[in-house]
């Protein structure tokens, strides 16, 4: 079975950027829509983007449209997140997520999740 | 968007009971649904797709069942490693959404 690995949270002052890596093993995420979720701390999962393979297509939630970036490299058989203009409400874990080509779509794996912390 | 309300939001429960978890959307999703157990600090697994496929690896006291806007999850007979924070989600429109979770208690 594949793996994928985020990177790239920490600490971060309101206002300020972050960019998120997720890496791929295991599997070729040309084949997968790719996804962010995001779970605040003691709070349930959000979606907050989505990225085609073909990179044509992103989605975002109202919560981060205007200042998240998705992208990703097939190449490097890599997803990205850039986080701009954080927000305090912002802090969670994110966590990469595969979904298979299908009718239904759905997470059906997932990274281990990095902390994003915003706070002065 | 779609608003998923999942029931109980908690429950307590035995080794061997069986377990029914409810979830019901604010829209008509077909079978666009799916089920995912997430364990403290550990990221969510997939447990059911489409309503009531079972995905690979997962044990088969798990089942799914429903359609349109009302859903359910059973664990026939709860072990030891089923006691978790279960999520529906759907997938039929964006933004994709999920429920507010159910806590499952010894």
């Known amino acids: 079975e594949g793996q994928l690995v985020e990177s790239g949270g920490g600490l971060a002052q309101p206002g300020r950027s972050l960019r998120l890596s997720c890496d791929a093993s295991?599997?070729?995420?040309?084949?997968?829509?790719m996804s962010w979720v995001r779970q605040a701390p003691g709070k349930g999962l959000e979606w907050i983007s989505d990225?085609?393979?073909?990179?044509?297509?992103?989605h975002y939630a109202d919560s981060v449209k205007g200042r998240f970036i998705t992208s990703r490299d097939n190449a490097k058989n890599s997803l990205y997140l850039q986080m701009n203009s954080l927000r305090v409400e912002d802090t969670a874990v994110y966590y990469c997520a595969s979904t298979v080509l299908a009718l239904v779509r759905r997470f059906d794996n997932w990274g281990q999740g990095t902390l994003v912390t915003v706070s002065s | 968007d779609i608003q998923l309300t999942q029931s109980p939001s908690s429950l307590s429960a035995s080794v061997g009971d069986r377990v029914t978890i409810t979830c019901r959307t604010s829209q008509y999703v077909r079978n666009y649904l799916n089920w995912y157990q997430q364990k403290p600090g550990k990221s969510p697994k997939l447990l059911i797709f489409a309503a009531s496929n079972l995905q690979s690896g997962i044990p088969s006291r798990f089942s799914g069942s429903g359609s349109d806007t009302e859903f359910s999850l059973t664990i026939s007979s709860l072990q030891p490693e089923d006691f978790a924070t279960y999520y529906c989600q759907q997938s039929i429109t964006y933004p994709w959404t999920f429920g507010q979770g159910t806590k499952i208690e010894i």
């Open positions: 990225i085609n393979s073909g990179s044509r297509t992103v």
């Open positions: 295991g599997l070729n995420l040309r084949n997968y829509l």
